[in-house]
């Protein structure tokens, strides 16, 4: 019985947490469709976004810990450099980054139905499988950075099928065009946000859980050159990996009315090459 209401429960709360995801971009649907194909439009667009994922987040009810190792405001712009565990990592940024921020996303988001050409004319795109792809990706983030807008960027190329135990290796871009605009990096970890929404292929899986966004100390780029991408890699993973959590290192199991005991869990694919 107990294993049955803690079933109901998850399929219940699940059910909540989707209504409001889902209920603010039906609201707001029509403003985002008609402000993307505006000049100037991406900030408005990007406003309903934020506001999108605070009423989100704020509904599913769950704590959310802040931790900002310093007061000072980061520098504008910047490149943010986050480790990928949840599709829910890019709201968490969204709620609490201020300000326009440029998101660089894989180029299957923009393919997404209905919100995906929304995201695709707002942010940028790239398909890291395509050198053409990756070239305009880059040639588009320096510009954003020009003009003074922070780009965020999952320098693991894709959620981690291990997040919360271990980090992909980070590949090469952010840190690029960090170095040559000359703009600092934010490191930005998530340790938990697969723990309420882990990715799972063929099933949306939620969970009530806490959530925890770390906010390092900015790393000036000032002077280094692209022989010293790896080290600065090496920093950033450093720090990323150092946020995870004993609590997030096992992803959340299927809902089930049975002994969870008693159910196996899918295994966690190979990562790809970088």
């Known amino acids: 019985m107990r294993h049955l209401l803690r079933y109901l429960g998850q399929r219940l709360y ?33 406003a309903i976004n934020r506001w999108w994922s605070w009423l989100s987040i704020t509904m599913w009810g769950v704590p959310v810990e802040v931790v900002r190792e310093t007061r000072e405001p980061a520098p504008q712009p910047c490149v943010y450099v986050s480790n990928h565990g949840s599709y829910i990592d890019i709201m968490m940024m969204f709620k609490y980054i201020p300000g326009f921020l440029n998101m660089m996303g894989k180029a299957s988001l923009a393919k997404t139905p209905v919100w995906g050409p929304i995201f695709g004319r707002v942010y940028i795109t790239v398909d890291r499988a395509s050198a053409v792809s990756r070239g305009k990706a880059m040639v588009m983030a320096k510009r954003s950075l020009a003009a003074g807008k922070s780009i965020a960027i999952f320098a693991e190329g894709r959620i981690s099928p291990t997040p919360g135990k271990e980090l992909l290796p980070l590949h090469d871009g952010a840190f690029q065009m960090a ?44 002077g280094l050159t692209l022989a010293d991408i790896p080290a600065l890699k090496a920093r950033v993973a450093a720090l990323l990996t150092g946020d995870f959590l004993p609590e997030g290192a096992v992803k959340p199991g299927p809902s089930t009315w049975r002994d969870p005991a008693t159910v196996v869990e899918e295994p966690a694919p190979e990562p790809a090459n970088s």
Do not use: C
């Not at 403003?31 to 900030?43: A, K």
């Not at 723990?195 to 100390?217: A, E, Q, T, W």
């Open 14 to 46: 699940t059910t909540w947490a989707t209504f409001w995801f889902v209920l603010p971009f039906v609201l707001t649907f029509p403003l985002q469709w008609f402000y993307s194909r505006r000049p100037g439009g991406e900030y408005v667009v990007h």
């Open 179 to 222: 170095i040559e605009a000359g703009v600092p990096i934010v490191p930005v970890g998530q340790p938990l946000n697969h723990m309420f929404m882990p990715d799972v292929k063929g099933s949306l899986r939620v969970r009530y859980h806490r959530l925890k966004i770390v906010f390092h100390k900015p790393i000036p780029t000032t």
